[in-house]
């Protein structure tokens, strides 16, 4: 496409939805740093590209960078909004699902020539670095309306993260970000348990709110209970430490089929959840909150994917509107 070539990195455009954003010359990527064996964490779900202008015709050029720890869950699906609004016929993904492979990706954009406001919303399972923007070249560019000013962050396992959701804009946190009007800040990596380290880490992103979804990792893998506590307590602990007085709303594992056994298992899940249930109520302190994960998504097999372990995008809707509830009333 001929027309005005503008790196990712100029100033007309903005970013927002991620922890650490990276500079690589004039090209703009992300990622986590809760360290993890998988690479999950190069992941950034749902960050930000933003900008609003008048242009006739846009293209977007990305890079979906080469897959470390490719597997069938994961999912390469970004999507973009025009003026707070979606489609789902508005997503954009690397040309093989399983490649490893560098791959350039070209996202054209529907534009008329009027101004809008654009957002390019990066997918849950996927290493992805924004190269550059092609307009016409009589574009004219203005700053984009502010994120909302409150910033979640959400942090847990693969059911934070957004496994297996068809795509990005269909996980639980950015649903919830969309119905309470939050920056969504994704800190779901797949397969992790409690890892009372990673107090720390949160502990030093600015926010105004968390959601923890985490345990059911710890239960798959025959973690004893009481080190389950301990890891509990000593989250709690370090991150009160860094950030006394955020709202923090813990959820207990969602509900799981009875049907699902792997052979680490050693322990009744119940066990776990009413181990965080006790250790946030015994703090007595008002910013935290505990939500029972079992009232979130109806028990049945429809709402869960093969492994009934993760939803599916009906079960992730439900998990939304009823978190939602939970955290506008508290």
């Not at 059911?159 to 009007?181: K, M, N, W, Y």
């Not at 860094?242 to 052979?263: A, L, N, Y």
């Not at 097999?301 to 939970?326: C, K, S, T």
Request: proline share 7%; aromatic share 10%; net charge negative.
């Amino acid at each position: 496409m001929s027309g005005l070539l503008i790196p990712a990195a100029d100033p007309r455009f903005s970013y927002s939805d991620y922890q650490v954003l990276l500079r690589n010359g004039q090209r703009i990527g992300f990622t986590r740093t809760i360290p993890n064996d998988r690479k999950y964490n190069l992941d950034s779900p749902g960050a930000r590209m933003r900008f609003r202008c008048n242009a006739e015709t846009i293209v977007v050029e990305l890079l979906f960078k080469e897959r470390i720890h490719p597997q069938r869950s994961q999912n390469c699906i970004g999507t973009w909004f025009i003026d707070g609004r979606s489609s789902k016929n508005w997503n954009f993904e690397r040309s093989k699902r399983d490649g490893c492979g560098n791959e350039h990706v070209a996202v054209r954009l529907p534009a008329d020539g009027e101004m809008h406001t654009y957002e390019l919303i990066l997918p849950y399972g996927d290493i992805v670095e924004l190269h550059s923007v092609t307009v016409n070249p009589e574009t004219l560019f203005e700053t984009p309306p502010p994120r909302p000013p409150v910033r979640c962050v959400f942090y847990g396992d693969s059911i934070t993260q957004g496994f297996c959701a068809s795509r990005i804009d269909r996980t639980f946190p950015f649903l919830v970000g969309e119905l309470l009007e939050y920056e969504v800040i994704n800190m779901g990596i797949a397969g992790i348990g409690l890892n009372p380290g990673t107090a720390k880490i949160l502990g030093g992103i600015q926010m105004d709110r968390m959601v923890v979804e985490i345990g059911a990792n710890d239960w798959k893998d025959g973690m004893h209970p009481e080190e389950f506590r301990k890891n509990t307590e000593k989250f709690l602990h370090d991150f009160h430490s860094f950030q006394p007085e955020t709202p923090v709303w813990w959820i207990t594992p969602p509900w799981i089929s009875p049907k699902w056994k792997v052979k680490t298992m050693r322990y009744e899940l119940d066990l776990y959840r009413d181990i965080l249930r006790e250790e946030v109520e015994k703090r007595k302190d008002p910013n935290l909150h505990v939500i029972d994960g079992l009232e979130l998504i109806d028990h049945d097999i429809r709402f869960y994917d093969q492994v009934p372990v993760h939803p599916v995008d009906a079960g992730y809707e439900q998990m939304a509107e009823r978190l939602a509830i939970h955290l506008s009333s508290d």
